[in-house]
């Protein structure tokens, strides 16, 4: 890992778990006394996180972006447009193993009550459907959207009965992709997206006050 990618990682993963708040100033004088490394790969690492959407420059100032409304709105549609478009290339050559294992680990994420690792599951099954070799444009929208998309998967685990909820949501599109139902798993998947957001959007106040 370069000295820039675990500047990225750290000041990506304060900002995801909401450790840096909206509108608050980073400062690169303190990233750089906590990661023990020069400005150089700091600056770089804080450029990156604005082309993510995650950062943006006031003045000379790096601020961490505000998560309005608007903006969770528009998350929301490009993230449905391109997980859908990508679940009808997909649907038919995912593996059923893989779904099984899938399964598996969500319901003992949610049994042990991990939001962390139940996380982590959440983003490797939709990385799953969306995976497409020789389609690298959608790979890199796709990629455009991912730390904004771990942002308000996070916000959304303020949700106290979010997990359960959202269990329920994935044995659904998982169910439907096993038996290759596209119409079925489409309508489960827009059902689960639609429901992040509006748990996401309930919760919009705490994460800006």
Do not use: C
């Amino acid at each position: 890992m370069t000295r820039k990618e675990e500047a990225y990682n750290y000041i990506r993963g304060e900002i995801v778990h909401n450790h840096f708040r909206p509108n608050e100033v980073i400062s690169e004088n303190q990233i750089t006394e906590k990661l023990n490394m020069s400005r150089t790969p700091v600056r770089e690492a804080l450029k990156q996180l604005e082309a993510d959407g995650l950062i943006e420059m006031r003045g000379r100032e790096n601020v961490v972006a505000p998560l309005t409304e608007n903006a969770v709105q528009e998350v929301y549609e490009l993230r449905s447009l391109l997980e859908t478009f990508a679940l009808k290339k997909t649907i038919n050559i995912i593996p059923i193993v893989k779904l099984n294992e899938i399964e598996e680990q969500f319901e003992s994420t949610a049994a042990q009550n991990n939001w962390d690792a139940y996380l982590k599951v959440d983003t490797d099954f939709h990385e799953l459907i969306t995976h497409l070799a020789g389609h690298p444009r959608l790979s890199q929208f796709l990629g455009i959207l991912k730390a904004q998309t771990a942002r308000t998967r996070h916000v959304s685990s303020y949700n106290p009965n979010r997990m359960s909820r959202s269990l329920e949501e994935h044995k659904e599109i998982i169910k439907w992709i096993r038996q290759r139902n596209l119409d079925e798993a489409e309508k489960a998947l827009a059902y689960h997206l639609q429901r992040v957001y509006d748990s996401v959007r309930t919760y919009l106040n705490y994460l800006n006050a």
